[in-house]
């Protein structure tokens, strides 16, 4: 079946360094790729998407370019704010079952 | 992004009461909701579908009898659990989709703010 790997976390970074989290993914056909963002004791947030190969999404600084070639989409920050401090969440969806397959989660704390 | 809210935001309970949460869609008409189970530090965990008008579909393991969901206008969907215990306690969230409408992608969900569960 369909699955998402992330890295494991924490992941601990000084304000203003560079983020990188890795996901990567199996499935079947064309899927959706996502960004979660979750705050503590909050809902997910759509961080962003990208919807075939190639396709970069972008949102606050955050980007994840869609590669099929090696089933991946890494999300990458050049510069964390303490405001960044959150779960983040790699997920794909196919229109087949109309479902979201998670990762496991990526927990970030920016110092000061 | 589309607006979801939940309600309670917290609920506490005693062990064998039922408690309703409801999930609603506040700018736009949801065909498809969705319920998650989040246990502490871990990822979401699908519970069901529903789609407006029909019965919920449940993911392998999920209890329809203890966790029953109704979905009878495009805004709102209600997960009840029933006859509640503490292995209930946990984050549940609720998300939409399949929507429609200009600058709506099927293909994304937008999620409420969760509800914490906690039963004695």
């Known amino acids: 079946g369909d699955s998402v790997t992330q890295m494991e976390g924490p992941v601990t970074l000084s304000e203003e360094a560079f983020l990188t989290i890795n996901c990567t993914y199996t499935?079947?056909?064309?899927?959706?790729l996502f960004w979660y963002v979750q705050y503590p004791g909050e809902g997910l947030q759509l961080l962003l998407k990208?919807?075939?190969?190639?396709d970069k999404g972008s949102n606050k600084g955050f980007e994840a370019t869609y590669r099929k070639e090696t089933t991946s989409f890494h999300l990458e920050k050049g510069s964390v704010q303490v405001s960044d401090s959150a779960v983040y969440f790699c997920?794909?969806?196919?229109?087949?079952?109309?479902?979201?397959?998670f990762g496991g989660g990526t927990r970030v704390l920016v110092k000061p | 992004g589309a607006v979801v809210s939940q309600h309670p935001s917290r609920v506490i309970c005693k062990s064998g009461t039922s408690v309703k949460i409801e999930c609603r869609s506040l700018?736009?008409?949801?065909?498809?909701m969705f319920w998650y189970r989040q246990f502490p530090k871990q990822s979401l965990m699908l519970m069901a579908t529903s789609n407006e008008g029909s019965k919920a579909t449940y993911e392998q393991g999920v209890e329809k009898d203890k966790f029953l969901i109704n979905h009878a206008s495009l805004t709102l969907s209600t997960l009840t659990v029933t006859s509640a215990h503490p292995e209930d306690s946990s984050f549940y969230i609720c998300?939409?989709?399949?929507?429609w409408g200009a600058g709506r992608s099927t293909d994304t969900q937008y999620f409420g703010p969760g509800t914490r569960l906690t039963v004695l």
């Open positions: 499935a079947t056909g064309y899927p959706s």
């Open positions: 990208a919807t075939k190969a190639d």
């Open positions: 700018d736009f008409q949801a065909t498809t």
């Open positions: 998300s939409v989709g399949g929507m």
């Open positions: 997920a794909l969806h196919k229109a087949a079952g109309n479902k979201l397959t």
